[in-house]
């Protein structure tokens, strides 16, 4: 297979030449200007595989830093949450674009439709792809609904920062409207919730008896000024200590909800994608080869801790 390098112009020459290096190491020098080639695509699947494109890039990325925010890093968790709301948003109005598509014979809708139908309301854009789930009878390989209450404060709280709380320290600055604080509603609704869920008992105590022991051991040399996730001075070694664990013990299985909502996203897109595509125009990209990180049982995805390598 010939690998292509970057274009360039050669002095004397007017125009830029495309040199191809073989695999015997030969060269060759194309003799095709450039931007005179045919092109491969039209417009209209140039365009969603962009917007696929771009869409699974910031959700590989939100669903990575989701992983890493804790108190000590809160520019993660606004990192995750504008990459997750940006990229659900798309994913899911390509659901959309795609349902029209296959209801009015291969057309296009025009631009009200998708604002009229969803604007930045995640929750909204998740009840339409439900709707859009049961008309064509589609079965998930995985889970056929986002109802847990866990995945459904995840989705509230991307929603409500898309629509919102992403403004919360602009808003508070100007004596704006502020709905909610975004990172006390994921620690209260979401991590809380986790570590109820999922963390025994037993991990429980030790992570309470390693927290005392580290206040023991170095409360009398250190000195602790930081804020907690809901906003809480926190000026204690042992309530340091105790949020730290707190967050190493819930960051796998916050991460694995978050991947559980894209994989939703993912499997419906799968399932309009070949629906789609029965129209016979070439308009429709493999979106199965773009999202396929995501379409994994949870085994697979419990293991991942960087999505961006995908």
Known sequence: MARFSCFYERKNLTKPWREIVYPSGQNYFSSQPLGTGVKMFNEKFTAL???AAFAYEILHSGVTQIRNANYARKGRYFQSFINLSVGLERI??????????????GSFPDEKYLKKNIGHNILKLYEKSILIKNKYAFEFKFLN???NPIHQNILKIISDFAIIDRYENLNILVNAKQENNPISLWFHNVDMVLFEKHVSKKKKMKIAHNAHMTKTLVAPFMLVMHSSEDGKDITHIEDASLR?????A????????????VRFWTELIWELQYKAMASRKEDIPFFSDM????YNDDSY??????YETC
């Open 49 to 51: 595989a962009n917007e």
């Open 291 to 294: 999202f396929g990180c995501f």
């Open 92 to 105: 899911g109005k390509i659901c959309l674009i795609l349902d029209y598509y296959i209801e009015n014979d």
């Open 145 to 147: 609904s986002l109802d």
């Open 244 to 248: 730290t664990r707190l967050y190493e």
């Open 250 to 261: 819930v960051c796998p299985y916050r991460q694995l909800y978050v991947a559980h909502v």
């Open 301 to 306: 995805l419990g293991t991942r801790k960087d």
